[in-house]
């Protein structure tokens, strides 16, 4: 008879996008500026600039999922330095960042996951790099199926507009990236 043992996550391991308790309302605002939500995205804004911010985003190793690992510091330079029919103020930049989460492996279901249980991540992280790469919009890509990701994020979308983390005039800036859930 074949036993199986599920090991545990060593405790070494920090936990980067899922918090240890999801939370109850996943798309409450209030609880997730009160858990730090956004203000990594205000320092990028107001304290950093484009070039410290995709410097820290360079020194600290960050890396695409995809199967070559691409250096995520190294692909917002060369975004950041591309031309663009769009642009963030008068700076030279992308114009559209998307966040794939589209997610067409069988049986695969964690971008689902993350946007259904920790939607400000997501979007703070797409943010700082619609900042950083001077683009004017954020493309949330998602499964039509995925109806209950859909929802969260068109809530969390709605809410960070209305405090002015997303939209026109962030941060009481000249600064504008629409967001949308396609």
């Excluded at 205000?42 to 410290?52: L, R």
């Excluded at 114009?95 to 400000?120: G, H, I, K, M």
């Excluded at 507009?161 to 800036?173: A, N, S």
Aim: some cysteine; overall charge neutral.
């Amino acid at each position: 008879m074949t036993s199986v043992k599920v090991l545990s996550t060593p405790a070494r391991w920090p936990r980067l996008l899922l918090p240890d308790a999801p939370p109850a309302k996943p798309a409450d605002l209030d609880a997730a500026v009160k858990a730090g939500a956004w203000a990594s995205f205000a320092k990028a804004v107001e304290e950093m600039g484009v070039a410290a911010t995709i410097e820290a985003v360079a020194r600290s190793g960050l890396r695409g999922r995809g199967g070559s690992g691409f250096p995520t510091g190294e692909k917002w330079r060369a975004c950041a330095l591309a031309e663009a029919d769009r642009r963030q103020t008068d700076r030279p930049g992308g114009s559209v960042v998307v966040v794939n989460a589209y997610q067409s492996d069988p049986a695969v279901f964690s971008d689902r996951v993350l946007l259904e249980t920790n939607p400000y991540a997501v979007l703070e992280g797409a943010a700082i790099a619609a900042f950083a790469v001077g683009a004017t919009e954020i493309v949330v890509a998602v499964r039509a199926e995925a109806t209950d990701a859909i929802h969260v994020m068109e809530a969390a979308i709605a809410a960070a507009e209305k405090r002015g983390f997303l939209g026109v005039d962030i941060l009481g800036k000249t600064l504008e990236i629409t967001t949308s859930v396609k």
